[in-house]
């Protein structure tokens, strides 16, 4: 059965204080791995797209990479304006994306 | 990135009443649209796949008589909540792919049914 695990379900950070979220999967056939950010109320914001084990993108902020079993979202010196909740979603060659529960990420000043 | 438009954002409704929710997108043409729900600190949980010009393909467990999909044109897919119970509470949301790679996402719709 296709399945999406995210850890740690909360992170609190310091600004500035730089940290990875991890998104582990099992799945029949990878088509993307993706990243989103949700804020309160709002739906899901696209982030980052991976196809390959070895895949690195970059924005602002953030990083993702992603081997055969797991991807990770890094975020480096973090601000306020990251609190959010992190989405990682698989999709199989059924076309369905399959999400994890989130990552609720709050940086303090 | 492309955009999807999602109406109400929030809506209040009684028990045994029907609600609509619309998905657009507004800058591609979308042939298929996906429809979520999502509860409190959950996942988002796929309910059916909409399809233009034919019948939405629905998960299992979901009533396809309780969330009536149309999908009349390129742009736009609805959902009507029928006879909606405090149970239908929720958040839901659609999504459109357009060009078969990354979804995005529409704002969300809140429904309350008291």
């Known amino acids: 059965e296709d399945q999406v695990t995210q850890s740690p379900e909360a992170l609190r950070l310091q600004e500035g204080e730089s940290s990875s979220l991890n998104c582990s999967y099992t799945v029949s056939g990878l088509r993307g791995l993706f990243w989103y950010r949700q804020d309160p109320g709002k739906g899901p914001e696209f982030l980052f797209t991976?196809?390959?084990a070895g895949e690195e993108k970059e924005k602002e902020r953030l990083k993702a990479t992603l081997t055969k079993k797991e991807s990770f979202l890094h975020i480096t010196a973090p601000k306020p304006e990251d609190s959010a909740t992190y989405l990682c979603a698989v999709q199989a060659y059924t076309d369905k994306l399959i999400f994890g529960t989130g990552t609720r990420l709050q940086v303090f000043p | 990135g492309a955009v999807v438009s999602q109406h109400p954002s929030r809506v209040i409704c009684k028990s045994g009443t029907s609600v609509k929710i619309e998905c657009r997108s507004l800058?591609?043409?979308?042939?298929?649209m996906f429809w979520y729900r999502q509860f409190p600190k959950k996942s988002l949980m796929l309910m059916a796949t909409?399809?233009?010009?034919?019948?939405?393909?629905?998960e299992q467990g979901v009533e396809k008589d309780k969330f009536l999909i149309n999908h009349a044109s390129l742009t736009l897919s609805t959902l009507t909540v029928t006879s909606a119970h405090p149970e239908d509470s929720s958040f839901y949301i659609c999504s459109a792919e357009p060009s078969n790679t990354e979804a995005f996402f529409g704002q969300g719709t809140r429904l309350t049914v008291v």
């Open positions: 800058d591609f043409q979308a042939t298929t």
């Open positions: 991976l196809y390959s």
């Open positions: 909409s399809n233009e010009g034919s019948k939405a393909t629905y």
